[in-house]
């Protein structure tokens, strides 16, 4: 099994910028594409931004400009820099990974974390 934990959630001004983390661990034979999707209250789930393995990014229009995607691929870690953030930006966060376990090492799997709140509020 893959486990994600998201850290980085809180409450910001608009304007501001926060810095999100999500760091893989388990039984990790390879991580493929890693990104970062947001729910907001009555809305479905949406992409935020990806990244793949060799660091070729993808972003949701209304992101490009404000957020950047990176990652460690020592660290099994994602990041998702922030800035510049809305009212609108409001949502819970969740790191997405596909990957293949030292059980599986062919077969991958999608695997999500628990969510963290980033609330941009004055």
């Known amino acids: 099994q893959v486990q994600l934990v998201e850290s980085g959630g809180g409450l910001v001004q608009p304007g501001g910028s926060l810095r999100l983390s999500c760091a893989a661990s388990?039984?990790?034979?390879?991580?493929?594409?890693m990104g970062w999707y947001r729910q907001a209250p009555g809305k479905e789930r949406e992409l935020v931004a990806s990244?793949?393995?060799?660091?070729?990014?993808n972003y949701t229009d209304s992101m490009k400009g404000r957020f950047t995607i990176s990652r460690d691929n020592a660290k099994n870690t994602v990041y998702l820099q922030m800035s510049g953030l809305k009212p609108e930006d409001t949502a819970i966060y969740y790191c997405?990974?596909?990957?293949?376990?030292?059980?599986?090492?062919?077969?991958?799997?999608?695997?999500w974390g628990q969510g963290t709140q980033v609330t941009v509020s004055s």
């Open positions: 997405n990974a596909n990957a293949a376990t030292i059980r599986l090492p062919f077969q991958a799997y999608d695997y």
């Open positions: 990244i793949t393995r060799i660091g070729t990014t």
């Open positions: 388990g039984s990790i034979f390879r991580i493929n594409d």
